[in-house]
């Protein structure tokens, strides 16, 4: 009973900070007046869910210190993010905009073939997309280092990108399913399932389940104990 209770309590607070996490994504995007902090709070998201998972002895966020770390994140991510993420984006409205005008014009068998094409391409740009975040978030490099390596990992890491695709289809089936939830967290669950995919299965350097959480780690309930007395300190 003792483990069903402390794995409940753990499941809880990485709920909580999911949560808190969405809203301040939301309020500091809103900050920015969503043109100017569209891009530094997504920046702070994947900051943020990448200080929790590198805090392996206490990850019982409070809702003040997740909240401090992503404001912390996006003040020093105003300018850069927006240099990083709008020429994405708008590469990215421009494939979506070529995918729309050939599904809406009838080009016969060739419109077929591009069609499909441009569907691949599509799903191939938003993976590296969602990678290249994580990636820009562990590692101080250019930009254009950044987009050389996420472009990597998509094709090196094949397990990890399918995992980020499946984690993503499935948050969109939730989301579709319980409409609540997207309300609830809407674009924090598809990052953090990002993070957790890069950590368990990126083999990214600084940021790697099998060297920080090797197999012979601290048992689940010398943690809980560590994080009780971390908490009775604060």
């Keep these: 009973m003792k483990r069903i209770a402390v794995g409940y309590e753990y499941l809880c607070r990485i709920v909580m900070m999911i949560a808190v996490a969405h809203i301040a994504w939301l309020a500091h995007t809103l900050l920015g007046l969503v043109v100017y902090g569209l891009f530094p709070s997504t920046a702070a998201l994947y900051?943020?869910?990448?200080?929790?998972?590198?805090?392996?002895?206490?990850r019982s966020w409070t809702v003040k210190r997740t909240w401090i770390t992503f404001h912390r994140i996006w003040v020093e991510e105003r300018n850069s993010a927006n240099l990083f993420g709008w020429p994405?984006?708008?590469?990215?409205v421009l494939l979506i905009w070529e995918y729309w005008l050939v599904q809406h014009n009838d080009m016969g068998v060739i419109g077929i073939g591009v069609?499909?094409?441009?569907?691949?391409?599509?799903?191939?740009?938003?993976?590296f997309v969602l990678l290249s975040w994580a990636v820009r978030a562990n590692f101080d490099e250019k930009p254009m280092w950044v987009v050389r390596t996420s472009l990597s990992m998509v094709v090196?890491?094949?397990?990890?990108?399918?995992?980020?695709?499946?984690?993503?289809?499935?948050t969109l089936w939730a989301y579709?399913?319980?409409p609540g939830l997207a309300v609830a967290f809407g674009f924090a669950v598809p990052v953090f399932a990002t993070m957790m995919a890069v950590y368990s299965w990126g083999r990214m350097p600084g940021m790697d389940v099998h060297v920080l959480e090797p197999k012979d780690a601290k048992s689940s309930d010398e943690r809980s104990g560590k994080r009780a007395v971390n908490e009775a300190g604060q």
Excluded at 88 to 92: E, G, H, K, S, V
Excluded at 156 to 170: D, N, Y
């Design 156 to 170: 090196a890491r094949p397990l990890c990108s399918l995992m980020v695709v499946c984690l993503f289809m499935l």
């Design 176 to 178: 579709y399913t319980w």
């Design 47 to 58: 900051g943020t869910y990448r200080s929790w998972l590198l805090d392996v002895e206490d």
């Design 88 to 92: 994405q984006a708008l590469i990215w």
């Design 115 to 127: 069609s499909g094409a441009l569907l691949v391409l599509n799903i191939f740009y938003g993976l």
